[in-house]
C-alpha cells in the first residue's frame, strides 16, 4: 500500500492542534466542514475527449495481473482494461458482463454463458479456454491469487461450449457469481497468459483483455498510458476519451497544485488537506459518494493488549468520532458500528433484513472515560504501551492515531505509533514477521464484493490469512457457511445478521470512521461514477468532455 508523504514541520504542528482538540474538545482551526450531498454518479457529459490525465493517490501499482490486483491504484487502471464477468453498477448492484446470463440446474451447478462477439485487443475472439484459463490460474498457488477463498467449494470449472462454462461445486456456493464483479472473474486471453508466465501484468509483460481501453504503455517510475479500444464491444460504453495516462503523485501538496492548475485532470480517494483546498475551486468539481470502506484498528496477534476485547472497547470509549469525523474527514464520513458499510447490501432484495441486523447491534458509543478506566482494570493488562502501525506520512491515519493517543493517556494506556514505509505497510498483511514488535494497525479496508459475508470471513474463518487473534467461534464459522450456500437472499441476509450479533460482539476491532468517497473532476469533464463502486467498474469509459476548457 502506498501512502502520501508530508514533512516533519508540517506533521508537528498538525499533531499539537489535533492533540489540544482531542484534549479539549474544541474544534480545528481548519476551514469547517462543509454539507456533504452524496451522490452515485456525476452529470452526464457527451463530448469527445482528445486526452485524460488521471492520478493514483496510493501511488504506482506493483502489478496490474487481475488475479492480484487487491488495492487502490491496480484497481483504478486494471477495471477499465480487463473485464469481468459481472459488472458492478455504481449504486454497488451488478449486472451482465462478458456473462450474458447465468444459471443453476442443481444446487451445486452453475453455468455461466459467455457473450458472443467480444475480441481482445489483439482482435482474437473470446471464448470459454480463455475464461476457463482466468480463472483455474488462481487456484494455483504459484500465481499469488489475491482471492482464493472463492474457490473454497468449487470442484471443477470446465468450458462446456464454446461459449459457455460450467462450474461444479462441492456444497452450495451462492457467493460465487459475485466474486465474480472484481479481478477474480477478468478474462485474459489463454495464449498470452502462457506466453507471459509470471511476467503478466508487469511493465514487461503487458496485458491482454478486452476492455474498453488497451495498455500500451508503463513507464515505471513516471505513467502508465492506456488508449481506446476502437473495437470495443459495448457500442452504449465505448470511451469518448482517446487516451488516459495515470500519473504517482503521492504528495498532497503536489497533488493540490497539479489538480488546481489543470495539470492533472481528475482523481479518485482525494485526501482531506486536498479536499479543502479543491471543494471551492473554479478548476473543477469535488463530489462526493457512498462508500464501501472502512477505517478500524486492528491486532495483529493473539498477544496484542487490544486481543483483549476490555482494551478494544476501552479505546473504543475515549474516541470522539464526531470531533474525528469534523477534523480529520472533513465532514465527509459516517460513524458505523460494525466493518461493513451499509453500500454493500443496501440495493440487496433483502436490505430490509440486512438493516434490521444492523439496528440491533449496540450503538456507536460516546465518550465514556468512567466506563474505559473500568475496563482497563477489569483488563489489568501487563504490557500499557501499544504500538500501532499505520501508512508513513498518511495524514488521516495520523490525526486519527493522534486523538487516539490523547484520550488513551487518560485512562492508563500509552499509544505508541509506529508510521512504516510503503512495502512494510503493504506486507505487514502477508508477512507474519513484518507484525513483530506491533500490536495493531490501522487498517483502512473495503468490500469489494456486494455481500457481506466475503469480508465477515477474512477475520472469522479458521485459518484466514487475515485471522491473526486466531479467533474461533464455530457457531460463526456454521452461520456464514450456510448464508455462503443459502438459495434465498432473504436467508442469506437472515443468517449473516446473526453471524455478525455474535462476531461483532466478540472480535476486539476498533470500527472508527467509514468515510465517504470523494473525486475530483476537472471543468473540462464529467461522467465518472462517484461512488466506491468505480474500484471494479470501467470508470474512464463514462468519462466526456463538458465544452468547458480546452479537450
Not at 17 to 39: D, I
Not at 367 to 390: C, F, H, N, W, Y
Request: with cysteine; hydrophobic share 40%.
Amino acid at each position: 500500500m502506498h501512502a502520501p508523504r508530508t514533512t516533519t514541520a508540517a506533521l508537528a504542528s498538525l499533531t499539537c492542534a489535533l492533540a489540544l482538540s482531542a484534549c479539549s474538545g474544541g474544534g480545528s482551526a481548519a476551514k469547517a466542514p462543509q454539507e456533504v450531498k452524496l451522490t452515485t454518479t456525476t452529470p452526464a457529459a457527451g463530448k469527445p475527449l482528445d486526452s485524460v490525465t488521471w492520478n493514483l493517490t496510493t501511488g504506482e501499482p506493483t502489478t496490474l495481473d487481475p488475479a492480484r490486483v487487491g488495492d487502490y491504484s491496480p484497481s483504478t487502471v486494471g477495471s477499465n482494461l480487463c473485464e469481468p464477468l459481472v459488472r458492478l453498477k455504481a449504486d454497488y448492484s451488478y449486472k451482465p458482463g462478458l456473462a450474458t446470463s447465468w444459471h443453476r440446474p442443481d444446487s451445486r451447478t452453475l453455468v455461466l454463458e459467455l457473450r458472443k462477439g467480444v475480441t481482445f485487443w489483439n482482435g482474437r475472439p473470446m471464448t470459454s479456454k480463455d475464461v476457463v484459463a482466468s480463472l483455474l490460474r488462481q487456484r494455483d498457488p504459484a500465481t499469488q491469487a489475491v482471492t482464493p477463498q472463492a474457490f473454497t467449494a468449487v470442484s471443477t470449472i470446465k468450458a462446456t461450449g464454446k461459449h459457455q462454462v460450467t462450474v461444479r461445486f462441492k456444497a452450495s456456493d451462492q457467493l460465487f457469481v459475485k466474486y465474480l464483479i472484481g479481478g477474480f472473474g477478468q478474462v485474459s486471453e489463454a495464449s498470452y497468459l502462457r506466453k507471459a508466465g509470471k511476467a503478466y501484468g508487469t511493465a514487461k509483460g503487458g496485458l491482454m483483455c478486452t476492455g474498453p481501453f488497451e495498455l500500451t504503455r508503463w513507464e515505471s517510475g513516471e505513467s502508465i498510458t492506456a488508449v481506446r479500444n476502437d473495437a470495443y464491444w459495448d457500442t452504449s460504453l465505448r470511451p469518448k476519451a482517446k487516451k488516459l495516462t495515470f500519473k504517482f503523485i503521492t504528495d498532497q501538496s503536489t497533488l493540490t497544485s497539479a489538480l488546481l492548475s489543470g495539470q492533472i485532470d481528475g482523481s479518485y480517494e482525494i485526501p482531506s488537506t486536498t479536499a479543502r483546498a479543491l471543494r471551492d475551486s473554479k478548476a473543477g468539481h469535488l463530489y462526493y459518494g457512498p462508500s464501501a470502506q472502512t477505517a478500524y484498528l486492528y491486532p495483529t496477534s493473539g498477544a496484542s493488549p487490544l486481543a483483549d476485547r476490555r482494551i478494544a472497547r476501552a479505546l473504543s470509549l475515549v474516541l470522539d468520532r464526531d470531533a474525528l469525523i469534523r477534523n480529520v474527514y472533513d465532514g465527509a464520513a459516517q460513524k458505523l458500528k460494525t466493518v461493513i458499510p451499509s453500500m454493500v447490501w443496501k440495493n440487496s432484495k433483502a436490505a430490509d433484513v440486512y438493516a434490521k441486523a444492523y439496528d440491533r447491534l449496540p450503538a456507536v458509543p460516546a465518550v465514556d472515560l468512567a466506563g474505559a478506566r473500568k475496563l482497563v482494570g477489569e483488563a489489568a493488562p501487563k504490557q500499557r504501551t501499544i504500538s500501532i502501525a499505520m501508512p508513513a506520512g498518511d495524514q488521516q491515519s495520523l490525526q486519527t492515531l493522534t486523538f487516539l493517543q490523547a484520550g488513551a493517556k487518560k485512562i492508563g494506556l500509552k499509544v505508541d505509533i509506529r508510521q512504516l514505509q510503503p512495502t512494510q505497510m503493504s506486507s505487514l498483511f502477508y508477512d507474519p514477521s513484518v507484525r513483530k514488535g506491533l500490536d495493531a494497525t490501522v487498517v483502512v479496508g473495503y468490500v469489494e464484493i456486494p455481500d457481506p459475508v466475503t469480508y465477515a470471513e477474512l477475520f472469522t474463518a479458521p485459518g484466514s490469512p487475515l485471522n491473526w487473534i486466531n479467533y474461533r467461534n464455530p457457531k460463526v464459522t456454521s452461520l456464514l457457511e450456510r448464508a455462503k450456500a443459502a438459495e434465498s437472499v432473504e436467508e442469506n441476509a437472515k443468517l449473516f445478521g446473526q453471524a455478525q450479533a455474535l462476531y461483532s460482539d466478540e472480535l476486539p476491532i476498533v470500527p472508527l470512521a467509514c468515510p465517504y468517497e470523494r473525486v475530483f473532476l476537472n471543468k473540462r469533464l464529467s461522467g465518472a461514477p462517484a461512488s466506491f463502486a468505480y474500484i471494479n467498474m470501467p470508470w474512464a469509459a463514462h468519462l466526456g468532455g463538458t465544452g468547458e476548457g480546452s479537450s
